[in-house]
């Protein structure tokens, strides 16, 4: 199973919407497990009622040691002054525990956004939180090859290589649009796409052939090699499994490897 953790901030639930399409698409493959979580919110209640906030969407609240359980996890916000709000940055500061073990090293993430205008800062915001992904180790899959609608200028469309995104105007009353939505699934289908090739490569194990390859990319020779093996036998053996290591990495998917 690939593990994938769709994990947001909203205030008007416009991102608690998109997440829901980018969920859609990471359950089309049959082999991925995905949840979603918000993080806590950092506004005492009476400011988000002169805010005339909605209740929070009825989704677990996570906590950092949970990220550690993920493959691969796709991070949602509403842009705030350009960049990722103070709810979701306290969150992420509480990863420090997480980074000092190396807990994230060799995961995948992604960003999906919303703003209130079309130049408010949605590329701003992943650009400035890709760094989080940097100091943690973490690969930033970007929302790159099926991006659709790319490049159509008949109506307002949110999101862009960086990741799927809605414009929701000044008062955030606008719906998510269907493109808006077509696009936040094709984010969801790509990166469990990606995850999963990792995910599925790095669990071979050839037992038959003694290599070993653990969650790390470890090659372990299993080859208990005795004083009594003959070393002509051992040198072949050894010729052969540096040429499985290097179609590994060539093919690097597991069904096709084990076939031979
Ligand atoms: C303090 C604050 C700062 C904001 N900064 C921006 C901004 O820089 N650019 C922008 O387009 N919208 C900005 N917005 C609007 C939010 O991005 C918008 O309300 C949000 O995308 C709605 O998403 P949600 O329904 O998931 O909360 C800001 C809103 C607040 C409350």
Same mark, same amino acid.
């Given at each position: ?20 399409? &980018? ?10 497990? &995905? ?92 650009? *400035? ?26 109506? %307002? ?34 990166? %469990?796409?990606? &995850? ?27 080859? &208990?090699?005795? *004083? ?33």
């Amino acid at each position: 199973m690939t593990k994938i953790f769709i994990v947001i901030y909203t205030t008007y639930t416009h991102i608690y919407q998109l997440a829901l399409e &980018v969920k859609k698409g990471v359950e089309s493959d049959p082999e991925a497990e &995905v949840e979603l979580f918000q993080v806590p919110e950092t506004l005492p209640q009476e400011v988000l009622t002169k805010m005339h906030a909605p209740p929070k969407p009825d989704i677990p609240i996570i906590t950092a040691a949970k990220l550690a359980e993920a493959d691969g996890f796709l991070f949602g916000f509403p842009t705030r002054f350009g960049t990722l709000p103070a709810q979701f940055q306290s969150f992420l500061d509480s990863t420090g525990q997480l980074w000092s073990t190396g807990a994230l090293k060799r995961k995948f993430g992604g960003f999906f956004f919303s703003t209130s205008g079309q130049h408010g800062g949605q590329e701003t915001t992943a650009f *400035t939180s890709v760094t989080y992904f940097a100091h943690h180790g973490v690969n930033f899959v970007p929302l790159s090859t099926g991006l659709p609608y790319q490049g159509e200028t008949s109506e %307002v469309i949110g999101g862009s290589f960086w990741g799927s995104g809605t414009i929701t105007g000044s008062d955030a009353s606008r719906p998510i649009s269907e493109k808006e939505k077509e696009v936040a699934r094709v984010q969801g289908k790509e990166f %469990v796409e990606i &995850v999963g090739t990792y995910v599925r490569g790095t669990k071979v194990s050839i037992v038959n052939d003694e290599i070993s390859v653990d969650n790390n990319n470890n090659y372990t020779n299993n080859d &208990v090699s005795t *004083t009594t093996q003959d070393a002509r036998t051992r040198s072949i053996k050894k010729e052969k499994n540096e040429k499985k290591k290097k179609r590994f990495w060539i093919c690097c998917k597991s069904d096709s490897f084990l076939d031979d």
